[in-house]
């Protein structure tokens, strides 16, 4: 079942965020993730959630998720987007196929 990763965010010092912009891809990439949403200024519908950007990764599994968040080779890239923005992260389990 496939995996997703749903983060909100609000970007603070884009000059320092660039680094990590430009590093993350090879990550996710690295444990079978890919980009279903890079980024995007969402449009509020309803409720009063008014995310400034949402990012959605796909990954093939929970396990393969689970292992991005915690390879210890990204922590310091994580680090860098706790220092620059501001931001929300959740994990959800697809459908089953």
Known sequence: MKAYLVLD???RDLAAFKTYIAAI?????RHGGRYLVEGAVPTP????WTPE?????????????TDFLADPDIQDLFAIRHRT????LVLVD????
């Open 9 to 11: 965010l609000a970007i």
């Open 53 to 65: 950007r949402i990012v959605i990764l796909e990954f093939p599994s929970r396990q393969n998720a």
């Open 85 to 88: 923005t501001t931001s929300r």
């Open 25 to 29: 891809p090879a990550f996710i990439a």
């Open 45 to 48: 519908v309803e409720g009063d």
């Open 94 to 97: 697809g459908c089953v196929e």
